[in-house]
C-alpha cells in the first residue's frame, strides 16, 4: 500500500535498479510539541501520503525520503505520544506500528525520536521506552538553538554515548541539522540497539522469563520480547483482556514475582527509567545559564491574569472568529460569483436538457459548495497554527477549561465550537488539537448543534412568515438570538448527556504541558493550511459532489408527461415530491404538510436549499430573494381541512427543527473523515434528527396544549 | 532532630511554595500517567500559578510546565520542602 505516491520520487541515480519492495521505514516518535511534524515535513516536504489506520481517528502520514546515499526512505509519521504504555485504540497505534503489528504498516527498520531540547528530561523518557524497543535508534534533538538561546548546552556526544545511539542536533522548523540527521538514519538502517534503563533485577528477570513464553508460543519477534512483557506486567486493568491461556498464567506469575520482591508493578519500571535520564540529562547539560522559562512565565502572568487574561483571550477569540465569518465572506462571495457566472455560461452555449441540468443544478453546483468552504478552512488553520505554535492554545485551554468542564468538554474544545458557528465544517476538523479520543469525539458530535450561517435564510423565512408587516427588526432579531441561544444551550446539554451516557464513567484527564511562547514559522503554519484543505478536498468533497448528484436526481426524476409543467408540478411528481408524501405520517404531528417534507429532504445536502425548494413549490420566482411574494404565498397555503398550514407554532416548530437537525451533508462527510468510519456520522445524524423531530413536537403539541395555534 | 511533617494535598498549594511530592491517592491509570509525566515520590516541584477560574494549576517540575485539573491535584500528596 505504501509504495503508490503522489509524487513518486525520480530513481535513484546511485543505484536505478533498486526496486519498490526494499525501500526501508523509518518512524518518527516523539513526545507532542516536540516538533515532530515539522521535521516530518522538513525531511519529506510535500512527498507525503495521507491516510487512515482500520478503525480509529488518527490519521496515517507515510513520506518519502533520502537516505545520505540518495536511497529512498520511507518516514512513517507516528501519533505524538509520551509513552508506549497507551490508554486508548487511537494511542495504542504508535506502540503497535512500532512493534510491527499493524497489518499494512510495514515494520520500522530504524526509529526516529524527536525530542524538544529544552524540555530535555522529560522528553527522553519516551526514549527510554523506546530504546527497550531492541530497534536502531536514531535521536534529533530539535529545537536546539531554543535550549541554547535558554543558556543550556548540551553535550549531544556525551548524551549519545550515554543511549547508545547517533544523537543529533537540529532546528526542524529552519530544516537546520537535517543532512546529519539522514546521515545518521542511513548509518542505523542495520545498526544496533542502544542501550537501555537498568531495571530492577526482579522485574528485568520476570520480563526476560515472559518474554522468552511470548516468542515461543505467540511467535513474537524476539527482538520485543522485552518490550511486550514490559508493557504487560506493567500494564493496568484491560489492557491485557486479548490474552489468556498458559501466557495469560505466566504473566500473572511474572507480576506476583514483582510484587514479591517488594517492587510496584505499576510503578518500578518508570522509576528506573526515569532514574536513567535524569543521570544521562545531568551529564549531558554542561550548562545551565539563565532561567529559560522566565520569559514565558512574565507573559502568562498578564496571559493567565484574572483579568487581563480574559480580556486577551476574548481579542484572541474575537479577532479569530471575525476573520473566519467575515473575512472569509469575500473570496466566498468571488467562489459563488465564478459559479453564477460558470453556470450561464453553461446555460449560453449548451442545448437545454437533462444533461446541462446534471451540469448546472448538480455538478457545478456540488463542486462549488465543496470549494465554498475552502477559505473558512484556511483562515481557520492559519490561526491554530498560529495559536498552536506561539503555544497560546495550552494556555486559552488552562484559561477555558473550568467552563467547559462543567458539561463534560475540554479546554481545547473551545476554539472548535467557537468556529462552528461560522461553519460546522472547520471547527470538527478543529478538533484535531484535541489529544484525548473521547474529548475529540464528543466534541465533534455537538458541533453541529451550534448555529451556522445556513440556518440564516430558514430562520429569515420563517421569521418573515411568523411576523405580520408591522414588526420592526428588533423583534426579528430577538427571535434570532433566541435561536442562537438555543442551539449554544442545545450543544452544551447534548455534550453534558454524552458524558454521562456513551462516555460514562470515563474520567476526562486534563493533563496539558504548557510550552514556554515560541516564535512561529509561517512555512510550517501555511503547510499546515494546505494540508487541511487538500484531506478535505479529496476525502469530504467526494462525497459531497456524489450526494448532490443524486439529490439533483431525486428531485428532477421521473420527469412529468406534460412537458409544459411547470417547475412546481416538476418537483410534485419527481422522487423528491414522492418522498414527501411518504414521509407526511411521520411529520403530521409537527404539523407539516407533504410540501414542507419536500422542502425539508431536498435540503438534507445543505439547510439553505430549503427557501429555494419553497419557493418552487410555491410558484414564487426568485424566492429567496422576493420574501415578501414568497411569505404571502406561504401564508396562503392551506390544509385539505381549510386550516392554514404555517400558523406561528408551525413556523417556530420549523426553526428549532432546523437548529437542531443535522440537516448538512459536507458535516456528515467531514464528520466522517475526521472519525475515520460512518459509525459516527450515522450517529449523529440519527440523534440530531430525533432531537429535532422531538423538538418541534414539543412547540406544536405542547404550544396546542396552551391553546395557540 | 525532629521534625513533623505535614502532608497536604497538591490542590490549593499557594504559587510558588517549593513542594515535595510524598504520595498518591487516584485510580492506577491516572496514577501512571502522572508518573509518566514526570511526577515521582520525592520530587520537587512548584505551583506556577492557577487558572482565572481557580481551576486547573499549573505546576512546575522537572524544568518544565504542566498543568492539570484540581480532581487530579487533590490525589497528589506534597509536604513543604525546605
Known sequence: MTATFELEPPPSRNNPHRSVESVRTVAIAGNPNSGKSTLFNALTGLRQKVGNYPGVTVEKKIGRFRGSHGEPLDLLDLPGTYSLQTRSPDEAIARDALLGRLADTPQPDVILCVVDATNLERNLYLVAQMAELGLPLVVGLNMIDLAEGNGMAIHAARLSKGLGC???????????????????????????????????????????????????E????????????????????????????????????????????????????????????????????????????????????????????????????????????????????????????????????????????????????????????????????????LLEDTGYLARAAFIIDRLMSR???????FVPMLSSFACAIPGIMATRTIDNPKDRLATILVAPLVSCPARLPVYSLMIAVLLPMGFSSWDKAGIMLAMYLFSIIAAFGMAWVFRKTLFKGERSLFLLEMPPYRRPSLGVTVQRMWERSVVFLRRAGTIILSVSVIIWALSTYPKPANPDATPAQTLAGSAAGKLGHIFEPLIKPLGYD?????????????????????????????????????RKAMLAEKH????????????????????????????????????????????????MSLLAWAGAFLVFQIGHLFGFS | MTQTIVTQKLAGQPVGRRLKITGFALPDDVHQRLLEMGLAIGMECTVARYAPLGDPMELKIRGYSLSLRLTEAEGVHVEAHH
Open chain 1, 640 to 687: 385539505p381541512n381549510g386550516a392554514p398550514v404555517f400558523t406561528p407554532l408551525v413556523c417556530i416548530g420549523l426553526m428549532v427543527y432546523y437548529v437542531l437537525a443535522m440537516q448538512c451533508l459536507s458535516t456528515v462527510a467531514v464528520v466522517r473523515r475526521e472519525t475515520n468510519s460512518w459509525k459516527w456520522p450515522l450517529f449523529q445524524i440519527g440523534y
Open chain 1, 166 to 216: 547517533p544523537v543529533i542536533p537540529c532546528v526542524a522548523s529552519q530544516s537546520k541539522g537535517l543532512v546529519e540527521l539522514r546521515q545518521a538514519i542511513t548509518r542505523q538502517l542495520d545498526g544496533q540497539a542502544p542501550h537501555r534503563a537498568p531495571l530492577p533485577k526482579p522485574l528485568e528477570e520476570a520480563a526476560l522469563t515472559l518474554g522468552e513464553v511470548l516468542v515461543r
Open chain 1, 407 to 413: 458539561v463534560g468538554l475540554h479546554g481545547k474544545s
Open chain 1, 218 to 385: 505467540q511467535e513474537l519477534d524476539p527482538r520485543f520480547a522485552l518490550a511486550e512483557a514490559l508493557l504487560l506486567i506493567t500494564a493496568t486493568g484491560h489492557a491485557v483482556a486479548n490474552l489468556s491461556g498458559n501466557p495469560r498464567a505466566l504473566l500473572e506469575r511474572a507480576r506476583q514475582t514483582v510484587n514479591e520482591a517488594g517492587l510496584d508493578r505499576l510503578s518500578a519500571a518508570i522509576h528506573a527509567r526515569y532514574a536513567w535520564v535524569h543521570q544521562l540529562a545531568a551529564e549531558a547539560v554542561t550548562s545551565r545559564t539563565g532561567d529559560g522559562a522566565s520569559i514565558s512565565d512574565r507573559l502568562d502572568a498578564w496571559l493567565t491574569h484574572k483579568i487581563w487574561g480574559w480580556v486577551f483571550f476574548l481579542g484572541v477569540m474575537t479577532l479569530m472568529f471575525f476573520m473566519v465569518f467575515q473575512l472569509a465572506e469575500i473570496p466566498m462571495d468571488w467562489i459563488q460569483a465564478g459559479q453564477t457566472g460558470l453556470i450561464n455560461w453553461v446555460q449560453s452555449v449548451m442545448p437545454a436538457g437533462d444533461f446541462r441540468d446534471l451540469l448546472t443544478s448538480g455538478i457545478i453546483s456540488g463542486v462549488g459548495t465543496v470549494v465554498t468552504f475552502l477559505p473558512q478552512i484556511l483562515i481557520l488553520f492559519f490561526f491554530i497554527g
Open chain 1, 594 to 630: 407533504w410540501k414542507v417534507g419536500v422542502g425539508i429532504i431536498s435540503s438534507f445536502a445543505a439547510r439553505e436549499v430549503f427557501v429555494g425548494t419553497m419557493s418552487v413549490m410555491y410558484s414564487v420566482q426568485n424566492g429567496d430573494e422576493n420574501l415578501p411574494a414568497l
